[in-house]
């Protein structure tokens, strides 16, 4: 069966520093790779998607980056953290067809202090 | 902006009792889904409903589709307290990389 594994669960870091968020899915291959933010109280805000190995799109202007060095590896990566960085960040994954379902991380909780 | 909105924002109800949210989406879809999420946790698929269905059933959940209204809603007959949770409506349009724009959510609290 297919597993998401995010880490790490928290994080605290202080501003300016650097970030590096890290997924892995197993049991399945080429999957879509999805990066979400989520404030407080609210819904999903998506940030990054990837189709394949090295493609990477990104949905909002940020201070953020992702990675797909891998097929089954999601990077989400800061040089330099902000205040407004912080949320709760999710990772998910999708088969390729379509009306597929995405399967969740259980998230890293991030605080920048 | 965010595709679909879920209504009501909070709903408290009692143990046994039914809990109704509803979604309200802009645009066309290939198909709609809900997730739950518990406090701290990632999000859990309940049930897709594909463009060209109108009803969905997967065990306490009814999920309906209304395309010519571009509304949805998520039935849970029965509750229990352990379907505390905040769920979610998140609509699929026609991309490549099955993407989801998700509403903000109904926080459903069960009371025993």
């Known amino acids: 069966s297919q597993t998401i594994h995010q880490w790490p669960a928290t994080l605290v870091q202080p501003v300016g520093s650097p970030l590096s968020l890290e997924c892995t899915v197993e049991?399945?291959?080429?999957?879509?790779l999805y990066w979400y933010r989520q404030a407080a109280g609210r819904g999903l805000q998506l940030l990054f998607y990837?189709?394949?190995?090295?493609?990477i799109s990104s949905e909002v202007p940020q201070n953020l980056s992702a990675s797909r060095p891998q097929d089954r590896q999601f990077i989400l990566s800061s040089k330099k953290l902000l205040l407004s960085d912080s949320g709760f960040y999710l990772c998910?994954?999708?088969?390729?067809?379509?009306?597929?379902?995405?399967?969740f991380g259980d998230g890293t909780r991030l605080s920048i202090l | 902006s965010q595709q679909g909105e879920e209504d009501p924002q909070a709903l408290s109800i009692q143990e046994g009792e039914n809990a109704t949210m509803n979604c309200s989406y802009k645009?066309?879809?290939?198909?709609l889904q809900w997730y739950r999420q518990n406090s701290g946790r990632g999000l859990v698929h309940l049930i897709l409903?594909?463009?060209?269905?109108r009803e969905k059933h997967s065990g306490r959940l009814r999920v309906t589709l209304d395309t010519s209204k571009k509304s949805s809603s998520l039935l849970i007959t029965a509750s229990r307290a352990a379907d505390t949770a905040s769920y979610f409506c998140?609509?699929?349009?026609?991309?490549?990389?099955?993407?989801?724009?998700f509403g903000g959510g109904t926080r459903l609290m069960v009371k025993p």
């Open positions: 998910a994954w999708s088969g390729v067809s379509r009306n597929q379902p995405q399967h």
């Open positions: 049991g399945t291959s080429n999957p879509n």
């Open positions: 990837s189709v394949g190995i090295g493609q």
């Open positions: 645009t066309s879809i290939n198909n």
């Open positions: 409903i594909r463009s060209n269905e």
């Open positions: 998140a609509t699929a349009y026609n991309n490549a990389g099955n993407m989801l724009t």
